[in-house]
C-alpha cells in the first residue's frame, strides 16, 4: 500500500519558519519526482517545490522562492520542505506528493501519482 504521510505543520507568526517532512512507504521512492503541493481556503492546487529522483534538480515557484528549500533523503525515503520568513498567504494544506515523470503543471490530483493527506499550516499576521 503506497502511503506518504506529512508531518510538521502548525502555527507560526508571520518570519517565523516551519520544517515539513513527508515519509514514503509503498513504491520506490528513489524513482520518482516528489513535489510539495498547497491549496488554501477556496483557491486550487499550487505546486510550490519539485525535486528530482536523485535530488540534484529542483524547482520553486516564484512565490517561494528564496525562502523555500525542499529535500529528500532516498536513504530514509523522506521528504522535506524547510520554511523560512513565512507570510500570511503561505497559509494553506500543504501536501506531498510523487510523480514518475516531471510535470509543468499540477491543477488537479491526477496530475501526479501519489498524494499525501496534507498537513496544515497557518501563518498568523
Known amino acids: 500500500e503506497v502511503q506518504l504521510v506529512e508531518s510538521g505543520g502548525g502555527l507560526v507568526q508571520t518570519a517565523g519558519s516551519l520544517r515539513l517532512s513527508c515519509a514514503a512507504s509503498?513504491?520506490?521512492?528513489?524513482?520518482?519526482?516528489m513535489y510539495w503541493v498547497r491549496q488554501a481556503p477556496g483557491k486550487g492546487l499550487e505546486w510550490v517545490a519539485r525535486?528530482?529522483?536523485?535530488?540534484?534538480?529542483?524547482n520553486y515557484a516564484d512565490s517561494v522562492k528564496g525562502r523555500f528549500t525542499i529535500s529528500r533523503d532516498n536513504a530514509k525515503n523522506t521528504l522535506y520542505l524547510q520554511m523560512n520568513s513565512l507570510k500570511p498567504e503561505d497559509t494553506a494544506m500543504y501536501y506531498c506528493?510523487?510523480?514518475?515523470?516531471?510535470?509543468?503543471?499540477?491543477?488537479?490530483?491526477?496530475?501526479?501519482?501519489?498524494w499525501g493527506q496534507g498537513t496544515q499550516v497557518t501563518v498568523s499576521s
Open positions: 506528493a510523487a510523480s514518475l515523470t516531471i510535470r509543468s503543471s499540477v491543477r488537479s490530483r491526477s496530475d501526479l501519482n501519489y
Open positions: 509503498g513504491f520506490t521512492f528513489s524513482s520518482y519526482w
Open positions: 525535486i528530482s529522483s536523485g535530488g540534484g534538480i529542483t
